[in-house]
């Protein structure tokens, strides 16, 4: 496949990722409607303690939350980096609405299919909110957010998200995240803690096998979107969780030697049998570790709301 072939970014993502050492594939393209259809299954298991405990905090701790949004200020924008279907936020959105706080919402996702079911529920619930959606990668996203910078921007990053970028890239990416931001600007970021590790690992390998289904959807749409005879049969999943890192990973397994070949870079790909694709890091974290990457980022810590369980923190930082 010539670097110059007019591929689409899915495309050649794919094939860096088929032709790497190990193979792997990016799990923000997990997200088309059938993925965001699934993830929103697995925010619902009982495996899945993740939503719960966020939607706990945010539940019995929304009042001192918006205290602290609001500080000396009387509006501010709330932009949400991976808003997903809002489920959490909703929360938070309804209190603000409720106490005729003046702020505004600007939902960032990649995904426009799960933007439209958002902004469809927002229409409903709140007529009168003022919504800006940005269909987009966090990246472009941040770039946009800098354009528009008129008042105080109350970044949210929930559910965890940040666990999905390496232990080295996720420095960087709060360092980004924060030179687009402006002293006195706030993020609220939610970090998945180390626990007992089965909960951990039960949270990634539910009973109901809906995690399988959710990580070999992507290898459907790799049939779909880029014409590829993957044989989804033929993939299993394996979820792995180190308690001394802290990172969960997410494997497909092929369970025979096989080849698929992908008529949109027109090119074949050799699995051994038992050869992995490295699917998706989830990374677990220690407080200490959350504090130092505020600091090296350019925030103070303002609070760590936690849940009752203390599996979740949604840590609230400022930009200094
Ligand atoms: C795990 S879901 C979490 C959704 C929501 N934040 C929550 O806590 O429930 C991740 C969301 O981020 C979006 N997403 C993943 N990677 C992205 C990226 N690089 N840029 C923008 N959105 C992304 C996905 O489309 C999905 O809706």
């Known amino acids: 496949m010539s670097e110059t072939t007019g591929l689409s970014t899915f495309a050649k993502d794919v094939h860096a990722g088929l032709t790497s050492t190990p193979k792997c594939l990016s799990s923000k393209y997990f997200y088309d409607e059938t993925g965001d259809q699934l993830f929103q299954t697995i925010m619902g298991l009982d495996e899945y303690y993740l939503t719960r405990s966020e939607f706990e905090i945010f539940e019995n701790q929304k009042e001192e939350i918006l205290k602290s949004f609001l500080g000396n200020d009387a509006s501010f924008n709330l932009v949400e980096l991976g808003a ?33 079911l958002l902004l469809e529920d927002l229409q409903k619930l709140n007529p009168k909110l003022k ?36 232990n080295g890239s996720a420095p960087k990416f709060l360092k980004r995240l924060g030179d687009n931001l402006s002293p006195g600007d706030l993020l609220l970021i939610g970090f998945d803690l180390m626990k007992d ?12 096998g809906i995690t399988k289904a959710f990580n ?15 044989d989804i049969d033929s993939f299993d999943h394996f979820p792995t969780y180190n308690p001394v890192t802290g990172e969960t990973r997410s494997y497909l397994i092929s369970t025979k030697k096989q080849e698929v070949f992908i008529e949109a870079t027109g090119e074949s790909y050799a699995f051994d049998i038992w050869e992995p694709i490295h699917m998706e890091v989830s990374q677990k974290y220690s ?13 103070k810590v303002v609070k760590d709301f936690t849940d009752e369980n203390n599996f979740f923190v949604d840590s609230l930082w400022e930009k200094i």
């Not at 590790?197 to 109901?208: E, G, M, R, T």
């Not at 407080?287 to 925030?299: D, E, L, R, S, V």
């Open 84 to 116: 997903g279907d809002g489920t959490k936020t909703k929360v938070l959105i309804n209190y603000f609405a409720k106490n005729k706080v003046d702020f505004s919402y600007s939902p960032i996702d990649i995904s426009q299919h799960v933007l439209d």
């Open 131 to 166: 919504v800006n959606a940005i269909q987009g990668d966090y990246f472009d996203a941040l770039a946009k957010l800098n354009e528009n910078h008129f008042q105080k921007e109350v970044v949210l990053f929930l559910g965890s998200n940040i666990g999905n970028f390496s």
């Open 197 to 208: 590790p089965n909960v951990i690992l039960n949270a990634y390998n539910d009973a109901s």
């Open 216 to 230: 070999l959807n992507l290898l459907d749409r790799i049939n779909s979107e880029l014409g590829a005879n993957f």
């Open 287 to 299: 407080m200490n570790t959350i504090h130092q990457f505020a600091a090296q980022a350019g925030f």
